[in-house]
């Protein structure tokens, strides 16, 4: 238990880590879009400081996995939704960034949310310690591939709508639902790996490495691109709780871990999806444009002094 908490601290540091370097490597790139791959990879390639954020996610990667053989679903997300926190500090030390009140009030809302979805989880009749193995095949196909269809469809319609002409500048929130459910796919099939990591014929018969070459080069590409548009400090964890929602909910019921036999917790199960849903759907959808400044400008001297 206490390798896989300090696994996810671990994991929480490098995935923060590497979000902003890559953030700021794409800050300094030319406009990316999903409709030129090779162009958006023939960049980011190019560019050492987005290197180094990739090799940081590399390494979160890494810790996840470990993550995901010492601790139950419940209880790995709920630590995984700390990591905001670090991630908000560096992208405003670092990037420059800074959220409104409503956005800030929108975050706590959300770390509520998952708080008690976390807490409904935790069966008191059950070992909350009982790490779950593997989940039927027909199983986890019938929740990621609608889900990964649900987040294409989301992403291409904000594509869409930010091709408009007079459009207001995206917050990203639409971006966020959208990655977050790939990264939702990504973290069922990064957990169905770790319970079949040293058994290599039955995870090459499975459906998970597959799923995760899908959402790897899938989320590369759109991430990327929403990333360089929009507030890491919003999409991010926008992008966070939409994966950690998914993976709580979906992947405790795929992997038979725990659910909640009391009242109690079932209400706290529906009220923090209820309230994590609400406040995604209320937070605003755009930036504000940029203020401007009108200067009075005084007329030349030549024409003063000729009115005179």
Not at 12 to 22: A, C, D, H, K, P
Not at 51 to 75: E, H, M, N
Request: glycine share 10%; charged share 15%.
């Amino acid at each position: 238990m206490v390798w896989g908490v300090a696994s996810a601290l671990l994991a929480n540091t490098l995935y923060s880590v590497g979000f902003v370097l890559e953030k700021r490597a794409l800050g300094r790139l030319p406009a990316i879009s999903v409709r030129r791959p090779a162009r958006l990879l023939r960049h980011l390639v190019g560019s050492p400081l987005w290197l180094a954020g990739s090799l940081a996610l590399a390494g979160g990667f890494g810790a996840q996995l470990a993550v995901y053989r010492t601790l139950p679903i419940a209880a790995a997300q709920g630590i995984f939704v700390s990591g905001l926190v670090l991630l908000l500090l560096l992208s405003a030390r670092l990037l420059g960034e800074r959220t409104s009140g409503r956005e800030r009030y929108a975050i706590g809302a959300i770390l509520a949310a998952l708080v008690m979805v976390v807490l409904s989880l935790r069966d008191t009749g059950q070992d909350p310690d009982a790490v779950g193995g593997a989940a039927p095949a027909p199983l986890i196909l019938l929740v990621c591939v609608p889900s990964l269809a649900a987040g294409l469809y989301l992403y291409a319609g904000a594509e869409r709508r930010a091709r408009r002409r007079h459009r207001m500048p995206s917050a990203g929130v639409e971006y966020g639902v959208a990655v977050g459910l790939l990264y939702g796919v990504s973290s069922l099939a990064i957990k169905g790996v770790s319970g079949l990591l040293w058994d290599v014929p039955r995870l090459l018969a499975s459906p998970y490495p597959y799923l995760l070459l899908c959402t790897g080069a899938c989320g590369l590409v759109m991430s990327q691109a929403a990333l360089q548009r929009c507030r890491a400090s919003l999409i991010v964890p926008v992008c966070t709780t939409v994966t950690c929602l998914f993976t709580v909910v979906l992947g405790t019921l795929a992997f038979g871990e725990s659910l909640p036999s009391e009242p109690l917790r079932l209400a706290l199960r529906v009220a923090g999806t209820a309230l994590a849903v609400a406040v995604l759907l209320l937070m605003p959808k755009h930036d504000p444009p940029p203020a401007t400044t009108t200067q009075t400008v005084e007329p030349p001297k030549e024409l003063l002094s000729h009115e005179a």
